[in-house]
């Protein structure tokens, strides 16, 4: 990339154009403006927040590249604000020790924004793009929700590594009767608290749950507690103070702690965003899990990203993995 090359900042252009069902969309205000390979810009995501964007990035960019990209990204679509967020492999490892190199506070162009309230399907979400790699709301689970909301009315609903309980606020608004929301970082949980109330909607401590996952899991079990949809969207890898959790190797174990909650005829929601890890395989992983629980369960609907602002080609296929099962 050169700093001045029109090419990229024609791409940009286009690459924004394919979205124009969510441009005009005034319900939703949270999308994917760029999506890799796809959209002809290796190594490189951009989400939109209401105006203020979130550049990622999958390699590492010489600081020529960056400045390029970004000068780019603002003669493109002159937004609000850009910040950037690095992503190397491992980023991971990085994130705690040099926070300030993977994810500036700062934005790279624009004013900073603090936080920020972002439209989903009419719902409200607050965003705060200087927190991290992560910064409130996973847009590829856009459609995934969007089906929730017509599913759960008068139903219990059990949201599993909850992170803003983006998935409880929209089982809310759908009608369901009672929603826990489980995750093991309680500032998370906190954000989604602040998410509910956003919507207009009740906060009960009691159902938003700081804890290990698997932990729960295993009390809720004992306690003979059952839901009618159980929602399980792990990080692909994770570390607790008493466990890891390799979605490659442990999901059929996540999996059969789940099945056992279910409710008859109730349905386990099985998410994955690993993208080494093909439909099919992850599908049978989820099913494995569901026998081992002693259950039955047939795989009802296949769910995934958008292909909207989520568009794949067959050498980037979606990293977002969704299977409903009903159980009996």
């Known amino acids: 990339m050169s700093p001045s090359s029109p090419s990229l900042v024609d791409r940009l252009r286009s690459a924004r154009e394919r979205r124009g069902a969510l441009l005009s969309d005034a319900r939703t205000t949270a999308f994917r403006l760029v999506n890799g390979v796809p959209d002809g810009m290796p190594d490189v995501t951009v989400d939109t927040f209401a105006g203020v964007h979130v ?49 500036p506070e700062q934005p790279a162009r624009g004013e900073a924004v603090e936080s920020l309230e972002a439209l989903e399907n009419g719902l409200r979400f607050l965003i705060r793009p200087a927190q991290g790699l992560s910064v409130g ?26 992170y803003t309980c983006a998935f409880g606020v929209v089982a809310t608004a759908a009608g369901a009767s009672r929603v ?46 059952g839901f009618d949809v159980v929602i399980s969207d ?27 909650l279910v409710a008859p005829g109730g349905r386990l929601v099985a998410c994955c965003n690993l993208s080494t890890l093909t439909p099919r395989r992850f599908e049978a992983m989820v099913l494995e899990g569901v026998g081992r629980a002693g ?25 977002l993995k969704v299977h409903v099962v009903q159980l009996r």
């Not at 999958?58 to 600081?63: C, K």
């Not at 996973?138 to 059990?158: I, N, P």
């Not at 792990?234 to 056992?260: I, K």
């Open 55 to 103: 550049v990622s990035l999958y390699r590492d960019f010489t600081p020529v590249e960056e400045q390029a990209l970004l000068d780019a990204a603002q003669e493109a679509w002159s937004p609000r604000s850009l910040y950037l967020k690095r992503r190397p492999r491992e980023a991971r490892v990085l994130a705690n020790t040099a926070r300030d190199v993977i994810a």
């Open 137 to 162: 709301l996973y847009l590829d689970m856009r459609e995934t929700r969007a089906w929730l909301l017509g599913q759960v009315k008068g139903l219990t609903v059990l949201n599993l590594f909850s």
């Open 180 to 225: 826990l929301n489980i995750d093991t970082s309680r500032r998370v949980l906190d954000w989604g608290e602040e998410n509910a109330l956003l919507n207009g909607q009740p906060v009960d401590r009691y159902d938003y749950v700081a804890g290990d996952v698997f932990d729960w899991l295993g009390r809720l079990a004992k306690k003979g507690q």
């Open 234 to 260: 792990p990080p692909s890898f994770s570390t607790t103070r008493t466990a890891r959790f390799s979605a490659a190797r442990d999901y059929p174990q996540l999996a059969e702690a789940a099945a056992r």
């Open 295 to 319: 259950r039955q369960g047939r795989s009802v609907l296949a769910l995934g990203p958008s292909p909207v602002d989520f568009p794949w080609s067959p050498e980037a296929p979606p990293g």
